[in-house]
């Protein structure tokens, strides 16, 4: 039943194409017909307007022919209707020809979706396609893409070539353009040239031929305001003429100079042209030489630099003369006396015993004040000192250190064997205050090295200093009169004493106790003086016997000021002494404060 159907519907189907392509083949054959009457009637009209234009005369306006051919142009032309004729004409033979039976039928529409859907399945179907298939694939679309890449290529190639062309071209136009144009020869010394003529040409103008001037405003008298401004005909520093505006430059030779002008500037100048000059003239070997030259001057100014280096970046090895003396002017010390040894920059450098060394860590004294480095290193080399400096500038351990590093050198038998001859030291004080406060820092020194200390003052028991002394010790401070007490009551005698230090010497003559201190020195023996010549400046003989108990006797006097009663007493017992000052010789020391309080005569 179901294939009847179909056959049934295909014969209905086929019956309504054919009744469908003969009723076109009417209306083609209706529309010919009328074509070609219209055809004829188009002849005949263009074979009448033939006739009526050969009548009409030629003097007609060309503006109707105008018109009349654009209407002639709107007319139907055969031409087009002979295409129209053919082309439907190609279309129907092969209609004609075909025979019936043998036409093919258009698809059902279930048919049609049988197909769609056919299609689909298979497109959803996947492909597998084989390793060479794959990279014929790849290839081809590889091929596409360097293809398109090579046309993007020529059409950019090509697009840069005609822009290029177009540049060239107008570049060419242009640099035709500037060679027929006329060029401006002149330069610029030319043009500044002309600017000077024109220049000088308007100021002689102005001056010969009256041109009018601009009225310079006139200050009144009653006028407040002043006028500071001034006309620019007044300046005179411009000058048009060539001859004083370029100025010749004189160049001396020697120590020419010209009158008026800066010394330091001409000097500039000439050294600048003498300098190229030279350079202008010498020959390859000159150079070389000049720059070995500089090259010398460049190495001595560095080792100059060096040397003059401040002494606190040297090294002790490294200090000069020179470095000495700066020294020494910084800490304001004076020196007098033959062969006197360079003072010491720090503790470190010094070196003492690592005993003594340590006490001066211990008690907290970071640098020594300017006494205490120069006298310890005259005190170490056994000669005598005349030390010139202010009350508590540390003249106590600037005697301290080489008594107390002579002693313990010493060895300790001898010194128990031989405690019934007397100390090693006496140190004389004016006052009992500052015995007590030499004992205090003798003490802080002396203690830990077992070195004993006694003082001998007034005011206190005789008897008991007395029995002190006989225990034995190796230094004893005392005041004049109270010593010369036990001296003569036997209670001390100084068979052994080879070191005395006068401190505050200038107080002591003034509180009259010169007589006492001769005295005193006149008990001491005379056995180890140091011979009056020069062997007491030399150090390798005052040193010969340094580390013996029979060495020469050491005296050290310590003093704010030197008056004549002092020099006195130092030319008598001093033998070569080495003076030591600190500060100003004469002057008050800086860090005393005077005050004056000018007073009546009835509140005195």
């Known amino acids: 039943m179901g294939l009847e159907k179909k056959n049934v519907r295909r014969s209905r189907s086929r019956e309504r194409e054919r009744e469908r392509d003969r009723r076109d083949r009417d209306r083609e054959r209706r529309r010919s017909r009328s074509r070609s009457k219209e055809r004829r009637k188009d002849d005949r009209r263009r074979r009448d307007d033939d006739d009526t234009k050969r ?215 000439q050294s600048k042209f003498y300098g190229e000059l030279l350079e202008k003239r010498r020959t390859e070997a000159e150079k070389e030489q000049e720059k070995v030259r500089l090259k010398k001057v460049k190495k001595k100014e560095e080792k100059q630099r060096w040397d003059d280096r401040h002494w606190s970046e040297k090294a002790f090895d490294e200090m000069t003369e020179r470095d000495w003396r700066i020294f020494r002017e910084d800490y304001n010390i004076t020196i007098k006396g033959g062969r006197i040894p360079d003072p010491i920059r720090n503790w470190k450098e010094t070196g003492f015993p690592p005993e003594i060394a340590e006490i001066i860590e211990k008690v907290g004294y970071k640098d020594p004040t300017p006494i205490q480095r120069q006298a310890i290193p005259i005190g170490l080399q056994n000669r005598d000192i005349i030390g010139v400096a202010e009350t508590g500038s540390g003249k106590t351990l600037a005697f301290l250190i080489p008594l107390l590093m002579w002693i313990q050198s010493l060895p300790k038998i001898d010194r128990i064997e031989d ?142 000021t030197m008056p004549p009663a002092v020099e006195r007493l130092a030319r008598t017992y001093l033998r070569r002494p080495a003076v030591v000052y600190i500060g100003s010789i004469g002057k008050p020391t800086e860090r005393t404060e005077q005050i004056v309080y000018m007073v009546s005569e009835q509140d005195k």
Request: hydrophobic residues 30%.
């Open 55 to 269: 009548d009409k005369p030629r003097s007609r306006s060309r503006s109707r022919e105008r018109y009349r051919g654009k209407d002639r142009k709107g007319s139907p032309t055969p031409a087009p209707v002979k295409k129209e004729e053919e082309l439907p004409i190609k279309k129907e033979e092969p209609v004609d020809e075909e025979p019936q039976g043998n036409k093919k039928e258009p698809l059902s529409l279930e048919e049609l979706l049988a197909k769609k859907q056919a299609e689909e399945a298979e497109r959803s179907k996947p492909k597998f396609l084989t390793k060479e298939e794959r990279a014929a694939e790849a290839l081809r679309k590889r091929q596409v893409e360097v293809e398109e890449i090579r046309k993007r290529q020529d059409e950019e190639r090509r697009k840069r070539d005609d822009f290029a062309k177009e540049a060239n071209k107008q570049n060419d136009d242009r640099s035709r353009e500037e060679f027929r144009r006329p060029r401006d020869r002149t330069t610029v010394e030319d043009k500044e040239l002309n600017k000077d003529k024109e220049k000088e040409g308007e100021a002689i103008k102005e001056r010969y031929l009256g041109l009018v001037k601009k009225k310079r405003r006139v200050r009144r008298l009653n006028d407040r305001k002043f006028v500071f401004d001034w006309d620019a005909s007044e300046d005179t520093s411009v000058d048009y003429n060539p001859l004083y505006k370029e100025r010749h430059q004189v160049q001396f030779f020697g120590r020419g100079n010209v009158a008026g002008i800066d010394i330091k500037a001409q000097k500039r100048d």
């Open 419 to 560: 405690v019934d001859q007397g100390p090693y030291a006496i140190i004389l004080a004016p006052t009992r205050e500052l015995a007590q406060q030499i004992e205090e820092e003798t003490n802080k020194f002396g203690g830990p090295l077992g070195i004993r200390t006694v003082v001998v003052v007034g005011g206190l028991s005789r008897e008991e200093q007395g029995f002190r002394l006989r225990l034995g010790c190796e230094i004893v401070i005392a005041t004049p009169g109270r010593l010369i007490d036990v001296l003569e009551n036997r209670y001390l005698v100084l068979n052994q004493c080879t070191y005395i230090v006068l401190d505050e010497a200038d107080r002591m003559i003034d509180m009259g106790f010169e007589p006492d201190v001769q005295k005193i020195l006149d008990f001491m023996p005379v056995t180890n003086l140091k011979p009056d010549n020069e062997d007491a400046e030399d150090e390798a003989k005052l040193l010969a016997n340094y580390n013996s108990k029979k060495k020469y006797r050491q005296t050290v006097m310590f003093t704010a």
